[in-house]
């Protein structure tokens, strides 16, 4: 079969043939029709992602829409290495796809699935969050940050917080559901003052990280309390992604001074059982009343002159 093929962890894939995956017990062959680019895809083909085996060679690719044998549409998780999901065929194991419902097309559901589970996943089975709490959202303006503003709301946010760099997107936002927006290009004092004003006069329940490095460091710099006056609140901080750095630091009073919760989501953090109850409800939000997402369909045989683009406003979703 064509795929798209990985064989070294600095080169991008190239569009190549690959042995056809073969049906085994508790494995069904998917004839795919959509894959997202993902930056845990590019992160898995570069061997820097924790769930990377580092072997060689492999097909990427953690997820997509497809058909079954008997035409039934659905959407699917990896099986195992090497078969991903950028290629005419791939594995799902069963019970861990999900039927789509009508209303959502395939293309759209490839787009959407990993960018709007992880807020998703990240507020109803990490944070426990319930409506009526308020929200803030680091790197709001990115793709995965934008589905979060709409699914915020949706899931009956009070208040809705977006931080991000870009001034027009941040602005874009308050048409998606936003209450309030902070630029992140601001001083760091300047940015942590922004930050504690919204904690004091509005309070937030819960942060979605998409950063971490410095404008993470700057909330929790907001969250940590000085001299013990109006003490915050619970804050559960959910980091999910670290698009801004790897790493952060953090001093031991920010957590003996507040009652910050730190939470991860991500695999590994959240079940599988979690994340794919995630998606079933999404996805029937989302072919109720569609979401704003901007996808972009590429061929598979582009694979190799668009991987390292830039992804600006719009997800990639590969088609065989």
Wanted: glycine share 10%; charged share 20%; proline share 6%.
């Amino acid at each position: 079969m064509n795929a798209a093929v990985v064989t070294s962890f600095s080169a991008p894939p190239s569009y190549s043939t690959f042995a056809d995956p073969q049906p085994a017990e508790g494995k069904l062959v998917v004839n795919v029709i959509a894959a997202g680019l993902h930056p845990i895809v590019r992160a898995l083909a570069n061997g820097t992602h924790y769930g990377s085996t580092g072997e060689l060679p492999f097909i990427p690719g953690v997820d997509g829409t497809g058909r079954l044998e008997d035409g039934t549409r659905i959407y699917f998780g990896t099986a195992r290495p090497p078969y991903g999901t950028f290629a005419e065929k791939a594995l799902a194991t069963k019970g861990m796809y999900i039927t789509l419902p009508d209303g959502l097309d395939e293309v759209t559901a490839a787009g959407i699935a990993n960018p709007g589970m992880s807020s998703w996943a990240a507020l109803k089975a990490r944070a426990k969050f319930a409506a009526g709490e308020s929200v803030l959202i680091l790197g709001a303006t990115g793709i995965a940050g934008k589905l979060s503003v709409q699914i915020a709301k949706r899931l009956g946010a009070r208040r809705v917080i977006a931080a991000g760099r870009n001034p027009q997107s941040l602005e874009e936002l308050k048409s998606l559901g936003a209450d309030a927006t902070i630029s992140l290009t601001q001083e760091h004092d300047a940015l942590v003052s922004a930050f504690r004003n919204e904690i004091a006069e509005n309070g937030v329940d819960v942060v979605l990280d998409y950063l971490w490095g410095a404008p993470a460091e700057a909330v929790l710099a907001a969250i940590a309390q000085k001299g013990l006056k109006n003490a915050s609140a619970r804050i559960r901080f959910i980091q999910i992604g670290n698009s801004a750095a790897p790493t952060i630091t953090l001093p031991a009073a920010t957590l003996r001074s507040s009652e910050l919760e730190l939470l991860g989501s991500g695999f590994g953090s959240a079940s599988m059982d979690e994340i794919f109850q995630s998606l079933r409800e999404f996805f029937e939000v989302a072919a109720k009343t569609p979401f704003q997402a901007s996808l972009k369909t590429v061929p598979l045989r582009d694979v190799e002159s668009v991987w390292n683009s830039p992804e600006r406003d719009a997800r990639i979703v590969f088609q065989p």
